[in-house]
């Protein structure tokens, strides 16, 4: 390619590449696929009301949507599913369905929607990171968007009532991130060793929830309880996005050319990791158990009362 | 439904066997029902049938306004009334009539993950052509759905509707697709199916499940369903194991129904599959 190709995205925040969920499949799969292109921020500049983000901007032409985007990288020869199957490609088409019509309108309720959310977390992120005077309009037309969507697709069209959609889309959204979490197992990727598409598409969507401090979580919540999901988001972001001088141990993160990860010292890290998980479930389980401290009644944590779904399988 | 409620009526479903006088609600066979309609409805007539429970079925003008969720098909069984695939399928199973109980964790997942893919692709490039495509919805979609009702008001449902539906599109971000990128999703739609049916009688090998009766609806309508051109047809045909696939499940549960309905086959429908 003559001219570098471009990639404009929202910026970074919460620990994340981007805090958009679109924005962030492309950064993984760039990273998977070791496409070298320039990805610049749109925070402010005009584009926050005026593109549709992300957007790729290549010799004069301009490809908007992940798909398309995804689809424009492999003709260009940078494709991370090469190794697949048709079939696991069948699965991959599958999957991001499930993820776009389940998990997509709760994601969307939780940082749009819910107010305590909207207020106190979504709002000021996008009004800090917009230039005057679009902050009054940018996170405003984001929420009301959202709010179009669930409603015209969940909702059951007499009762246009977003409170009666809420249940319906958590219960569904659980259900999604309990399949997701069965589907990937012990892995380290959806399919195999090497990271796809697929990851792309699932690190897009559950990494703004895994790693943003929201107020009222109860999706974020029932994510912590999924184990391997935490685990794939933290190893994608450790092993993908982290800079090379950052990290003194792990000079195994590969940047834009394909280094083999060092897989013993990955290992070491989730089995760590997923050490540390199981002594913090266990010791919750220990403070919350009733029977073991039943003077203690009074000081149970007020989320295990509000739990309405039971911990998944 | 909140979640209480919803177990409630698992419940009271799980109290009572399947009654001999289940009745499943569609608009008008002949002149009313759309492309999208008659596809679900098949759907989940397919899906009784591979269950073994009888139904019988009843086609109404309003039958869009009967439903508890504005969709059609619905059932009335009992005295409760379940609309769409997915909670009949739920309904069925409170009453202990299951066709995925053999399938593990992962079969499941991937099974739910199919049919969002067909509900997702298919069943949306379906109502796009119907109602964004303007020839069609001046030539087919428009003059059907309100052929029930008298001046002025089928213009105002009908325009109604297709507001709505294009509001709906708009939402999604379909209503900036051409109609070639409708047909080209549904194309890789077909084609992701037809990889994972590859050779099998069905898509989870034994026995079949709500995801080849939601299949089956879907294709089967599109294949048997004239619109102003045969270019959706086409596109599924040039896949010749869903084909099979359509014919095997035709034959196996709706032999004896197409003997029996073969003079009432509407202009609209051509009937079974060429």
Redesign the interface.
């Known amino acids: 390619m003559a001219e570098p190709v471009e990639l404009f995205c929202w910026g970074g925040g919460w620990d994340l590449p981007s805090v958009h969920t679109d924005s962030l499949v492309v950064l993984a799969y760039v990273k998977f696929s070791g496409a070298k292109l320039a990805v610049k921020s749109i925070d402010w500049t005009w584009r926050t009301i005026t593109a549709s983000v992300p957007q790729l901007h290549y010799e004069g032409t301009t490809v908007t949507?992940p798909t398309q985007i995804l689809n424009f990288l492999r003709k260009q020869r940078f494709n991370a599913d090469f190794e697949l199957t048709?079939?696991q490609?069948?699965?991959t088409?599958?999957?991001i369905?499930?993820l776009?019509?389940?998990l997509r309108p709760t994601l969307l309720h939780t940082f749009w929607v819910d107010a305590e959310n909207y207020a106190n977390l979504t709002r000021p992120w996008f009004t800090s990171h917009s230039p005057f005077p679009l902050n009054f309009f940018v996170p405003g037309r984001q929420a009301s968007?959202a709010l179009?969507?669930i409603l015209?697709?969940k909702a059951?069209?007499?009762l246009l009532n977003i409170t009666?959609v809420e249940?319906?889309i958590y219960?569904e959204a659980k259900e999604c991130l309990n399949?997701?979490s069965?589907?990937l197992?012990n892995f380290h990727f959806f399919f195999g060793d090497t990271p796809t598409s697929l990851d792309a598409f699932v690190f897009g969507h559950i990494a703004p929830l895994f790693k943003a401090p929201l107020p009222s979580g109860q999706l974020q919540k029932h994510l912590n309880q999924l184990d391997n999901l935490c685990q794939f988001c933290n190893a994608i972001l450790k092993n993908y996005f982290t800079d090379p001088p950052a990290e003194k141990r792990m000079d195994c993160s590969p940047t834009a050319n394909h280094d083999p990860v060092d897989a013993n010292l990955q290992k070491l890290t989730q089995l760590v990791n997923k050490e540390s998980n199981l002594i913090e479930k266990m010791d919750d389980n220990l403070r919350s158990s009733p029977q073991h401290r039943p003077h203690r009644h009074e000081t149970k944590p007020l989320a295990l009362a509000g739990e309405?779904?039971s911990t998944p399988? | 439904m909140s979640l209480a409620a919803e177990a409630f009526v698992s419940q009271i479903a799980a109290a009572e066997p399947w009654p001999e006088n289940a009745t499943l609600y569609q608009p008008l066979k002949e002149d009313q029902i759309l492309l999208s309609d008659s596809a679900s409805s098949l759907a989940v007539q397919t899906f009784l049938r591979m269950c073994g429970l009888p139904v019988l079925v009843s086609c109404r003008a309003n039958a869009e306004y009967m439903s508890p969720s504005g969709k059609v098909p619905f059932i009335h069984v009992g005295n409760q009334v379940v609309s769409e695939l997915g909670p009949i399928v739920q309904f069925t199973k409170a009453k202990g009539h299951s066709l995925s109980d053999g399938l593990d964790d992962v079969q499941r997942a991937e099974m739910k993950a199919y049919m969002e893919l067909v509900n997702n692709m298919l069943l949306t490039a379906e109502l796009y052509i119907q109602w964004c495509d303007d020839h069609t919805a001046t030539e087919i979609s428009r003059p059907r759905y309100s052929s029930p009702y008298s001046w002025p008001l089928n213009h105002i449902l009908a325009y109604q509707k297709q507001w709505e539906v294009r509001r709906k599109m708009n939402a999604i971000g379909w209503s900036g697709k051409s109609l070639e990128q409708v047909y080209e999703d549904v194309s890789q739609c077909c084609q992701a199916l037809s990889q994972r049916l590859g050779t099998q009688p069905y898509f989870f090998s034994k026995q079949p499940t709500e995801l080849d009766a939601l299949v089956f609806g879907h294709l089967f309508t599109i294949l048997t369903t004239q619109l102003t051109n045969d270019e959706l047809a086409e596109k599924v045909k040039s896949y010749t194991n869903l084909l099979s696939f359509c014919h095997r499940i035709e034959q196996t549960y709706f032999k004896e129904h197409e003997r029996e309905s073969q003079s009432g086959s509407s202009r609209h429908s051509k009937g079974s599959l060429p």
């Open positions: 949507e048709a079939k490609g069948a699965d088409m599958a999957y369905a499930l776009e019509e389940k968007l179009s969507r015209l697709t059951e069209s007499p009666e249940g319906k219960s399949l997701l069965h589907r197992g309405r779904i399988p």
